[in-house]
């Protein structure tokens, strides 16, 4: 038997390498693509940078000062500027830029034209900005476009579709490598079965036992005993069951457009109620009004590279393309930055759904508790689809009420009442389920 | 042997020879059993394919996939706006200050709006003279939502576009030139429209502006104008009254308008040992005489010969009580001088003008700033109608009246079909609308731009709360456009106007905010357009019918309007229609009252069924050859005798939903459009009516249910003898039962936190029903239309129940009770205290839930669906109602109120809850309830949670005066009060240690959080 077993060893340790080569092989191929991509993209800005300024200062200064309305190759709130300084005199750029309205009043026909072209959008005056500063801003709008790296998207795939196939290819390994024991543990019993037969050695007959379900049956209180049991794991079951029949929680449904709370909320670090905003004064958080959107998406009609990259990747969304769905609802012609007025609501899928009898209102628990957003919702900012966290039932309800304090600092309405009711009840901190919060007509009406 | 005893079941058993117990033996069950119902005839189950297998088939199959079905929640759709507007936040409720002017009820109102939808009406604190805002204003928001109005302006019945229609109109009316075109109008009392009318009739010479009201204060207006020179109407301040003597006129109900219960309330409720003294003579059983301290009844033209009396004529010939009641009357004014004051409401030029000049030196009438809500001349309004019977009439052209359903020309329809033109302005397809040749979609007057002159000086203005439903377009806009100013929009032309004419310096957005606004202006009015050839009054036209009145033989007629529908305007409105007459307490119907005496001698009758439901009579009301057929017959307590009423608005037939279409059309009967009749005979006719009429027992039986004392008594005697609480025997010792030892219940501490608490002063309360329709708008509460209002399964959370004493006063039915002695005395005697007095005194209650403190219904229910917070309330969980009815059984208020069925998109209740547009009228605070649940008065919980939410928000202590119910703030005359009782400033804690409050059934002991003011009456004489 052992010899059996050595003699197989070395294809078994040779098939393991093999598989490990293979995972390693081609992630290292896949890094190497990457750098490759990154070498193209920096290689073609330092020659690109000419004239008389400092490309990196300049694009330091583009992007706080000027990048909110303008874009590069893409007409925004103001023109695209690339290549901008070849179309106007550079000293009447200086005067543009530090106060174009002053230029306006001037009279000076080029400028009226401009702000005319422009819907009439004042540009903000940059006093502040010397005219090196505005040199090094001219010439990082110079700089040519980097030629969309057409490799990138590919490499990526490639690269995280190998990092797949690596696991596939070591899952089907391993999967070969159990095979093959458990074919060589047969080959063995098989082998010392002959070899016994071969010596002559004989088995002891079992005695026949009668089958274990008669025996089972025949054991009335093992049957009594298992009938109970099942019957009350059955029960045990359908209760779940039946208590989770409306309970969405973890319900994420399509949406009409892919709305990512993990970018607004997480990376860009938007506070809930900006959007969300009658949470406070209201008992519906609100699905914020398409308006509210174009407060920021005016100006942002594409999301960055990385995050583009990574809504390909990982989701499996063209952000870019989401953004659009936005423009076409609410109707903004971004060509022209003017809105067509043709508008087309957003039917999005209700997520939270409380019943008709049960009030709830959120003010209450936002302004008057100062309740963080996420304590009934979850990290939001996680989310790259929103979903329901909490199970939004009435026992949860209660029972957060009954561990929650009342929130009185500060607040004059409370103070009466809280003092008197903590005199009573023998306590320093009230919960909301001592202040009344737990009887029905508070939410059911 | 026992079992030979026999039981009997009626007293019917006793006669051998009754039909009924032989029928009866014969018939198991007394209705017959719907067999046919349920099983369909023979023929069609015959014609099935379905063998009894495949039906449980398909039963098992449904009922498993409906059960699998219920498990996958719904997808629900939320949109957002694309633009939301600024000042809308979902959730948070916007008001919005406008007036509303249908041409019978005028009023300053609030309207709430949800979302951008109104959904309550509200009064505005703000109007000081805003008119009252009654029971039909406060419904007036469903009217909106209704279904049936008129969506496209229409030609020849089809729908055209707006600038079609303004073509036909200009080819028609170039077609008309130089024939005689009538614009038959509603009063609109908007200065500006009526200047926008000149410009009209300026254009078009051949078009005359006539001013109809369907009810008509004709008389009234051509007294005042004939002593002061302007059509309006006197106002009255009763709270400064006295002494009030009303011939006649139901000033608490629509009397010139109404809108005085307030300032008469006011008056009414006992101050430093004061209060008025209300004096009424009247025919009907009125509002005001319900809430007289004296009341008598006198039939029209005795009410002449009354009002003569009182005046300095003689009261001879009068009957004996009558005459008595005059000199006391009379006495009492006297004395109270300028302080007293004499009202009417007798179509007579003459009688109308005694009351000016009696009226005239006191401090009550105010002439200087009279009302200008009725400007219609009865005389003008009479040559319109006899001159399209006659044709030398055109063409007509209607806003906001509906003649062909109210002129009282039995040739009138018919006359109007033929005529070169007719067009009407029209909100719904009324009777005028549908014979119409050109209807003009109008809006409501919430979608409407407007303003209003309710008193001289005060301008209120009408702005939209919602932008217009349907393809209408108001008729100041048709008119800039006929008149050549088309690129004017109405709202630029009001703003010039109000901002030239009336505003001054002051601004308009602040006008438009606060919806009233105070001006010395002078502006022209409407009353200054018609022909001034009237003034010169030939009163024998307007008063013939009474003066000669008396010879005509016959009965008096005085057509009247109810609280509910007034004068039909919102006559598809269903709460208006299920809102029960305050003095019949009958709803969905109207019909001719009759004294009990006159009713025994005709052999009409009344009686309640086993169901509890009132049957009555019908009777044929003929008048010169006007023959109303099948008007059913209620016999009211105090009317006249010899005397009969009848409602008008009701018997409408077009756009109008069948359920709708109620009662019948009384006003062929008003004949020279004036409110008394004479000469009219009643014919019974053969059938029975049901009513649906929510009160069952119309006496107290002497009980202390509501509570009343007189002004003598209550100066002077201790409050323990007229209002003591009552006792109970503990170890042979009486205590009170409100003593913490006569409680079976251990009781909370209720002093922490808000304990709310409602106060209803019995003195102010007029009965008129404003509380009850706000409940409903702020509740949800279903219709549930007549049928089941007659089963007694009407929903109104909030009800007024109305007592008639069956001695002359309450006070001597409670003596009646005390002296019953022995078997035989209590058996007759208590029988008796059943019925009314022919003149009864009347009282009112208002009943909710009583938010009993140690509540029976609580303690009964299975579930734990209805149980007490701390702050007073009694909550109702219908989500955890299972519907076993133990709290109905065990509430001694009988206010619970039970879903039998589903009245929200169900076809069998086809009211607004069954239609998408009546929806939009539900609150959304509110849960519509479902079949199989309870549901009663939450003391508006929503509201008082929303109070505590704002101040929480706001860190701050709740204001005093801030917590309100629907009902406490729909109340014109502050008998319903609420607040927190546990704040010490409020109101409601002064009211509850007033020593006149009492609770209702003290006795049973339950602890209610609702309080009663006890009723005082002014028995004082001069």
Request: hydrophobic fraction near 35%; proline fraction near 4%.
């Given at each position: 038997?052992?010899?059996?077993?050595?003699?197989?060893?070395?294809?078994?340790?040779?098939?393991?390498?093999?598989?490990?080569?293979?995972?390693?092989?081609?992630?290292?191929?896949?890094?190497?693509?990457?750098?490759?991509?990154?070498?193209?993209?920096?290689?073609?800005?330092?020659?690109?940078?000419?004239?008389?300024?400092?490309?990196?200062?300049?694009?330091?200064?583009?992007?706080?000062?000027?990048?909110?309305?303008?874009?590069?190759?893409?007409?925004?709130?103001?023109?695209?500027?690339?290549?901008?300084?070849?179309?106007?005199?550079?000293?009447?750029?200086?005067?543009?830029?530090?106060?174009?309205?002053?230029?306006?009043?001037?009279?000076?026909?080029?400028?009226?034209?401009?702000?005319?072209?422009?819907?009439?959008?004042?540009?903000?005056?940059?006093?502040?900005?010397?005219?090196?500063?505005?040199?090094?801003?001219?010439?990082?709008?110079?700089?040519?476009?980097?030629?969309?790296?057409?490799?990138?998207?590919?490499?990526?795939?490639?690269?995280?579709?190998?990092?797949?196939?690596?696991?596939?290819?070591?899952?089907?390994?391993?999967?070969?490598?159990?095979?093959?024991?458990?074919?060589?543990?047969?080959?063995?019993?098989?082998?010392?079965?002959?070899?016994?037969?071969?010596?002559?050695?004989?088995?002891?007959?079992?005695?026949?036992?009668?089958?274990?379900?008669?025996?089972?049956?025949?054991?009335?209180?093992?049957?009594?005993?298992?009938?109970?049991?099942?019957?009350?794991?059955?029960?045990?079951?359908?209760?779940?069951?039946?208590?989770?029949?409306?309970?969405?929680?973890?319900?994420?449904?399509?949406?009409?457009?892919?709305?990512?709370?993990?970018?607004?909320?997480?990376?860009?670090?938007?506070?809930?109620?900006?959007?969300?905003?009658?949470?406070?004064?209201?008992?519906?958080?609100?699905?914020?009004?398409?308006?509210?959107?174009?407060?920021?998406?005016?100006?942002?009609?594409?999301?960055?590279?990385?995050?583009?990259?990574?809504?390909?990747?990982?989701?499996?969304?063209?952000?870019?393309?989401?953004?659009?769905?936005?423009?076409?609802?609410?109707?903004?012609?971004?060509?022209?930055?003017?809105?067509?007025?043709?508008?087309?609501?957003?039917?999005?899928?209700?997520?939270?759904?409380?019943?008709?009898?049960?009030?709830?209102?959120?003010?209450?628990?936002?302004?008057?508790?100062?309740?963080?957003?996420?304590?009934?919702?979850?990290?939001?900012?996680?989310?790259?689809?929103?979903?329901?966290?909490?199970?939004?039932?009435?026992?949860?309800?209660?029972?957060?009420?009954?561990?929650?304090?009342?929130?009185?600092?500060?607040?004059?309405?409370?103070?009466?009442?809280?003092?008197?009711?903590?005199?009573?009840?023998?306590?320093?901190?009230?919960?909301?389920?001592?202040?009344?919060?737990?009887?029905?007509?508070?939410?059911?009406? | 042997?026992?079992?030979?005893?026999?039981?009997?079941?009626?007293?019917?058993?006793?006669?051998?020879?009754?039909?009924?117990?032989?029928?009866?033996?014969?018939?198991?069950?007394?209705?017959?059993?719907?067999?046919?119902?349920?099983?369909?005839?023979?023929?069609?189950?015959?014609?099935?394919?379905?063998?009894?297998?495949?039906?449980?088939?398909?039963?098992?199959?449904?009922?498993?996939?409906?059960?699998?079905?219920?498990?996958?929640?719904?997808?629900?759709?939320?949109?957002?706006?694309?633009?939301?507007?600024?000042?809308?936040?979902?959730?948070?409720?916007?008001?919005?200050?406008?007036?509303?002017?249908?041409?019978?009820?005028?009023?300053?109102?609030?309207?709430?709006?949800?979302?951008?939808?109104?959904?309550?009406?509200?009064?505005?604190?703000?109007?000081?003279?805003?008119?009252?805002?009654?029971a039909r204003?406060?419904a007036?928001?469903l009217s909106?939502?209704d279904?049936?109005?008129?969506?496209?302006?229409?030609?020849?019945?089809?729908?055209?576009?707006?600038?079609?229609?303004?073509?036909?109109?200009?080819?028609?009316?170039?077609?008309?030139?130089?024939?005689?075109?009538?614009?038959?109008?509603?009063?609109?009392?908007?200065?500006?429209?009526?200047?926008?009318?000149?410009?009209?009739?300026?254009?078009?010479?051949?078009?005359?502006?006539?001013?109809?009201?369907?009810?008509?204060?004709?008389?009234?207006?051509?007294?005042?104008?004939?002593?002061?020179?302007?059509?309006?109407?006197?106002?009255?301040?009763?709270?400064?009254?006295?002494?009030?003597?009303?011939?006649?006129?139901?000033?608490?109900?629509?009397?010139?308008?109404?809108?005085?219960?307030?300032?008469?309330?006011?008056?009414?409720?006992?101050?430093?040992?004061?209060?008025?003294?209300?004096?009424?003579?009247?025919?009907?059983?009125?509002?005001?005489?319900?809430?007289?301290?004296?009341?008598?009844?006198?039939?029209?033209?005795?009410?002449?010969?009354?009002?003569?009396?009182?005046?300095?004529?003689?009261?001879?010939?009068?009957?004996?009580?009558?005459?008595?009641?005059?000199?006391?009357?009379?006495?009492?004014?006297?004395?109270?001088?300028?302080?007293?004051?004499?009202?009417?409401?007798?179509?007579?030029?003459?009688?109308?003008?005694?009351?000016?000049?009696?009226?005239?030196?006191?401090?009550?009438?105010?002439?200087?700033?009279?009302?200008?809500?009725?400007?219609?001349?009865?005389?003008?309004?009479?040559?319109?109608?006899?001159?399209?019977?006659?044709?030398?009439?055109?063409?007509?052209?209607?806003?906001?009246?509906?003649?062909?359903?109210?002129?009282?020309?039995?040739?009138?329809?018919?006359?109007?079909?033929?005529?070169?033109?007719?067009?009407?302005?029209?909100?719904?397809?009324?009777?005028?609308?549908?014979?119409?040749?050109?209807?003009?979609?109008?809006?409501?007057?919430?979608?409407?731009?407007?303003?209003?002159?309710?008193?001289?000086?005060?301008?209120?203005?009408?702005?939209?709360?919602?932008?217009?439903?349907?393809?209408?377009?108001?008729?100041?806009?048709?008119?800039?456009?006929?008149?050549?100013?088309?690129?004017?929009?109405?709202?630029?032309?009001?703003?010039?106007?109000?901002?030239?004419?009336?505003?001054?310096?002051?601004?308009?957005?602040?006008?438009?905010?606060?919806?009233?606004?105070?001006?010395?202006?002078?502006?022209?009015?409407?009353?200054?357009?018609?022909?001034?050839?009237?003034?010169?009054?030939?009163?024998?036209?307007?008063?013939?019918?009474?003066?000669?009145?008396?010879?005509?033989?016959?009965?008096?007629?005085?057509?009247?309007?109810k609280t509910g529908l007034g004068?039909g305007n919102q006559a598809n409105n269903p709460w208006l229609q299920e809102l029960p007459d305050?003095?019949?307490?009958a709803s969905w119907d109207n019909?001719?009252?009759?004294?009990?005496?006159?009713?025994?001698?005709?052999?009409?009758?009344?009686?309640?069924?086993?169901?509890?439901?009132?049957?009555?009579?019908?009777?044929?009301?003929?008048?010169?050859?006007?023959?109303?057929?099948?008007?059913?017959?209620?016999?009211?307590?105090?009317?006249?005798?010899?005397?009969?009423?009848?409602a008008?608005g009701y018997g409408q037939?077009?756009?109008i939903q069948e359920e709708m279409q109620t009662g019948?059309?009384?006003?062929?009967?008003?004949?020279?459009?004036?409110?008394?009749?004479?000469?009219?005979?009643?014919?019974?006719?053969?059938?029975?009516?049901?009513?649906a009429?929510v009160?069952?027992?119309?006496?107290?039986?002497?009980?202390?249910?509501?509570?009343?004392?007189?002004?003598?008594?209550?100066?002077?005697?201790?409050?323990?003898?007229?209002?003591?609480?009552?006792?109970?025997?503990?170890?042979?010792?009486?205590?009170?039962?409100?003593?913490?030892?006569?409680?079976?219940?251990?009781?909370?501490?209720?002093?922490?936190?808000?304990?709310?608490?409602?106060?209803?002063?019995?003195?102010?309360?007029?009965?008129?029903g404003?509380?009850v329709i706000?409940?409903h708008?702020?509740?949800?509460?279903?219709v549930v239309g007549k049928d089941e209002v007659?089963?007694?399964?009407d929903?109104h959370?909030?009800?007024?129940?109305?007592?008639?004493?069956?001695?002359?006063?309450?006070?001597?039915?409670?003596?009646?009770?005390?002296?019953?002695?022995?078997?035989?005395?209590?058996?007759?005697?208590?029988?008796?205290?059943?019925?009314?007095?022919?003149?009864?005194?009347?009282?009112?209650?208002?009943?909710?839930?009583?938010?009993?403190?140690?509540?029976?219904?609580?303690?009964?229910?299975?579930?734990?669906?209805?149980?007490?917070?701390?702050?007073?309330?009694?909550?109702?969980?219908?989500?955890?109602?299972?519907?076993?009815?133990?709290?109905?059984?065990?509430?001694?208020?009988?206010?619970?109120?039970?879903?039998?069925?589903?009245?929200?998109?169900?076809?069998?209740f086809d009211y607004h809850?069954?239609?998408?547009?009546?929806?939009?009228?539900?609150?959304?605070?509110?849960?519509?309830?479902?079949?199989?649940?309870?549901?009663?008065?939450?003391?508006?919980?929503?509201?008082?949670?929303?109070?505590?939410?704002?101040?929480?928000?706001?860190?701050?202590?709740?204001?005093?005066?801030?917590?309100?119910?629907?009902?406490?703030?729909?109340?014109?005359?502050?008998?319903?009060?609420?607040?927190?009782?546990?704040?010490?400033?409020?109101?409601?804690?002064?009211?509850?240690?007033?020593?006149?409050?009492?609770?209702?059934?003290?006795?049973?002991?339950?602890?209610?959080?609702?309080?009663?003011?006890?009723?005082?009456?002014?028995?004082?004489?001069?």
């Amino acid at each position: 038997m052992q010899k059996v077993k050595f003699t197989n060893l070395p294809s078994i340790v040779s098939l393991l390498l093999l598989a490990v080569l293979l995972t390693f092989s081609t992630q290292m191929l896949a890094q190497a693509d990457s750098t490759a991509v990154v070498a193209e993209q920096a290689a073609p800005e330092t020659p690109a940078a000419e004239g008389v300024g400092d490309v990196e200062a300049g694009e330091a200064l583009f992007k706080s000062n000027c990048a909110a309305c303008h874009k590069l190759y893409k007409k925004s709130t103001g023109p695209a500027l690339f290549q901008v300084s070849q179309k106007y005199d550079r000293e009447w750029l200086y005067k543009w830029i530090k106060n174009s309205q002053e230029l306006i009043a001037s009279g000076d026909a080029q400028a009226i034209k401009i702000f005319e072209e422009n819907n009439k959008s004042v540009m903000t005056a940059f006093p502040g900005l010397s005219n090196t500063d505005i040199d090094n801003i001219l010439a990082y709008t110079d700089t040519e476009k980097a030629t969309p790296p057409p490799s990138t998207e590919v490499a990526g795939g490639a690269a995280s579709s190998s990092g797949g196939v690596s696991n596939n290819i070591i899952l089907g390994a391993l999967a070969l490598v159990f095979l093959l024991l458990i074919i060589m543990l047969v080959l063995v019993n098989n082998t010392l079965k002959k070899i016994a037969a071969a010596n002559g050695v004989v088995y002891e007959e079992k005695q026949k036992r009668a089958p274990l379900w008669k025996v089972f049956v025949e054991n009335q209180f093992l049957v009594l005993v298992t009938a109970i049991f099942l019957l009350l794991s059955a029960g045990y079951f359908m209760y779940g069951y039946f208590m989770q029949v409306g309970v969405d929680q973890g319900y994420a449904p399509v949406q009409p457009i892919h709305y990512s709370h993990r970018i607004h909320a997480g990376d860009n670090q938007i506070d809930c109620k900006y959007c969300h905003s009658s949470a406070r004064k209201s008992k519906t958080s609100g699905i914020p009004s398409l308006n509210v959107c174009m407060n920021c998406h005016k100006n942002i009609s594409e999301v960055s590279d990385d995050t583009y990259a990574m809504g390909q990747e990982e989701y499996g969304v063209d952000y870019n393309k989401e953004i659009q769905k936005l423009y076409k609802a609410v109707g903004w012609d971004a060509a022209n930055q003017q809105y067509t007025g043709e508008t087309e609501p957003v039917k999005w899928v209700r997520i939270h759904n409380l019943p008709d009898f049960a009030y709830f209102n959120h003010s209450q628990h936002v302004t008057v508790a100062g309740i963080e957003c996420q304590k009934c919702h979850g990290p939001v900012e996680e989310m790259e689809i929103m979903e329901q966290f909490s199970p939004l039932t009435m026992g949860w309800c209660i029972n957060c009420h009954r561990e929650t304090n009342v929130n009185v600092a500060g607040n004059e309405y409370y103070k009466e009442i809280h003092e008197q009711l903590s005199k009573k009840y023998g306590v320093d901190q009230l919960t909301a389920a001592q202040m009344g919060g737990l009887e029905c007509g508070k939410c059911h009406y | 042997m026992s079992n030979n005893k026999k039981y009997w079941k009626s007293v019917e058993e006793l006669d051998e020879n009754s039909s009924i117990v032989e029928t009866l033996k014969q018939n198991e069950f007394v209705a017959p059993i719907p067999t046919d119902d349920f099983l369909g005839d023979k023929e069609t189950l015959e014609a099935s394919s379905t063998t009894r297998r495949d039906f449980l088939k398909y039963v098992g199959f449904s009922t498993a996939a409906a059960s699998l079905a219920a498990c996958e929640g719904p997808v629900i759709k939320s949109i957002p706006y694309v633009v939301a507007p600024d000042e809308i936040v979902p959730g948070v409720a916007n008001y919005y200050a406008t007036t509303m002017a249908d041409g019978f009820d005028f009023a300053n109102v609030l309207v709430k709006t949800r979302e951008g939808r109104p959904i309550k009406i509200e009064r505005n604190d703000l109007a000081k003279h805003g008119g009252s805002v009654n029971a039909r204003v406060h419904a007036s928001v469903l009217s909106m939502y209704d279904k049936n109005r008129v969506q496209n302006p229409m030609i020849g019945g089809a729908d055209v576009t707006w600038s079609d229609f303004d073509k036909a109109v200009a080819q028609k009316m170039n077609e008309m030139n130089g024939k005689e075109v009538v614009l038959l109008t509603q009063t609109f009392a908007s200065p500006s429209t009526s200047k926008l009318i000149k410009e009209f009739t300026a254009r078009y010479a051949n078009v005359r502006h006539v001013i109809y009201d369907a009810v008509s204060s004709s008389e009234a207006l051509d007294a005042f104008q004939n002593k002061f020179g302007t059509r309006a109407l006197a106002d009255y301040d009763f709270s400064k009254a006295e002494v009030i003597v009303s011939v006649g006129a139901d000033f608490i109900g629509d009397w010139q308008g109404g809108g005085y219960e307030a300032g008469y309330a006011k008056g009414r409720i006992p101050k430093n040992g004061k209060m008025s003294k209300h004096y009424q003579f009247e025919a009907n059983m009125s509002l005001a005489g319900a809430n007289a301290d004296v009341r008598v009844p006198v039939t029209p033209t005795q009410q002449l010969q009354v009002l003569k009396a009182l005046t300095g004529g003689s009261a001879s010939g009068l009957p004996e009580n009558v005459a008595a009641a005059v000199s006391k009357a009379k006495a009492h004014l006297q004395k109270a001088g300028g302080k007293g004051v004499l009202i009417t409401n007798l179509p007579d030029v003459q009688a109308q003008a005694m009351v000016l000049n009696y009226n005239a030196g006191g401090q009550v009438m105010d002439t200087t700033k009279p009302k200008m809500t009725a400007m219609g001349n009865t005389q003008e309004v009479m040559k319109v109608m006899n001159g399209v019977v006659s044709g030398s009439i055109k063409g007509l052209i209607t806003v906001g009246v509906d003649p062909v359903y109210s002129f009282p020309h039995k040739d009138f329809a018919e006359a109007y079909k033929n005529l070169d033109m007719s067009l009407a302005f029209a909100m719904k397809p009324d009777a005028t609308a549908v014979v119409a040749q050109m209807v003009a979609a109008t809006p409501h007057y919430l979608e409407s731009w407007g303003d209003v002159q309710l008193k001289k000086g005060t301008f209120s203005i009408m702005q939209p709360t919602i932008k217009p439903l349907f393809n209408t377009r108001q008729f100041q806009e048709c008119l800039l456009k006929w008149t050549g100013q088309g690129e004017t929009k109405y709202y630029d032309y009001l703003k010039e106007f109000m901002q030239g004419s009336v505003l001054g310096t002051s601004s308009w957005n602040q006008a438009v905010h606060d919806g009233v606004v105070e001006s010395t202006a002078e502006v022209t009015t409407d009353a200054d357009t018609t022909n001034s050839n009237s003034l010169q009054l030939d009163s024998s036209t307007s008063n013939g019918a009474l003066s000669s009145a008396a010879q005509n033989g016959g009965m008096e007629l005085v057509l009247y309007t109810k609280t509910g529908l007034g004068s039909g305007n919102q006559a598809n409105n269903p709460w208006l229609q299920e809102l029960p007459d305050p003095i019949s307490r009958a709803s969905w119907d109207n019909y001719v009252t009759v004294s009990k005496a006159d009713a025994d001698a005709m052999g009409l009758e009344n009686y309640n069924v086993a169901n509890g439901g009132l049957n009555g009579s019908y009777v044929h009301v003929k008048m010169n050859g006007v023959t109303v057929e099948n008007v059913p017959v209620l016999i009211q307590p105090g009317q006249a005798k010899g005397s009969i009423g009848l409602a008008l608005g009701y018997g409408q037939k077009e756009g109008i939903q069948e359920e709708m279409q109620t009662g019948v059309n009384a006003y062929p009967l008003y004949s020279n459009f004036s409110a008394v009749q004479t000469g009219v005979t009643l014919e019974k006719a053969s059938g029975v009516h049901e009513f649906a009429c929510v009160q069952l027992h119309n006496t107290m039986m002497g009980r202390d249910i509501i509570k009343e004392t007189t002004l003598e008594i209550f100066n002077t005697k201790d409050v323990h003898y007229w209002n003591a609480v009552p006792e109970v025997s503990k170890d042979h010792q009486e205590i009170p039962v409100t003593s913490p030892d006569a409680d079976l219940w251990e009781g909370f501490d209720r002093s922490i936190g808000h304990h709310f608490n409602l106060s209803i002063d019995l003195n102010a309360c007029t009965g008129c029903g404003a509380c009850v329709i706000a409940c409903h708008a702020e509740n949800n509460v279903p219709v549930v239309g007549k049928d089941e209002v007659r089963k007694s399964r009407d929903m109104h959370w909030l009800r007024i129940d109305r007592y008639y004493s069956s001695e002359e006063t309450f006070e001597s039915d409670l003596e009646k009770k005390e002296n019953i002695s022995g078997l035989g005395s209590s058996l007759s005697e208590y029988g008796e205290m059943e019925n009314a007095s022919a003149n009864p005194q009347v009282a009112f209650q208002p009943v909710m839930c009583q938010h009993c403190n140690h509540a029976p219904c609580e303690t009964v229910c299975p579930v734990a669906a209805t149980s007490h917070g701390r702050q007073g309330q009694n909550h109702m969980a219908y989500n955890r109602c299972v519907g076993t009815r133990y709290c109905a059984n065990n509430c001694p208020y009988k206010v619970r109120r039970f879903n039998w069925f589903l009245y929200a998109e169900n076809d069998e209740f086809d009211y607004h809850m069954n239609n998408d547009l009546g929806r939009m009228v539900l609150n959304p605070d509110v849960v519509v309830r479902s079949r199989g649940v309870m549901e009663k008065c939450s003391m508006c919980i929503q509201m008082t949670q929303k109070t505590i939410l704002d101040a929480k928000r706001d860190g701050r202590p709740v204001k005093n005066g801030e917590f309100k119910t629907a009902c406490s703030a729909a109340c014109e005359t502050g008998a319903i009060a609420f607040g927190d009782i546990n704040a010490e400033k409020s109101e409601i804690h002064e009211l509850k240690e007033n020593k006149r409050m009492y609770h209702l059934l003290e006795a049973v002991g339950t602890k209610p959080n609702v309080f009663y003011q006890t009723k005082v009456r002014n028995t004082n004489e001069a």
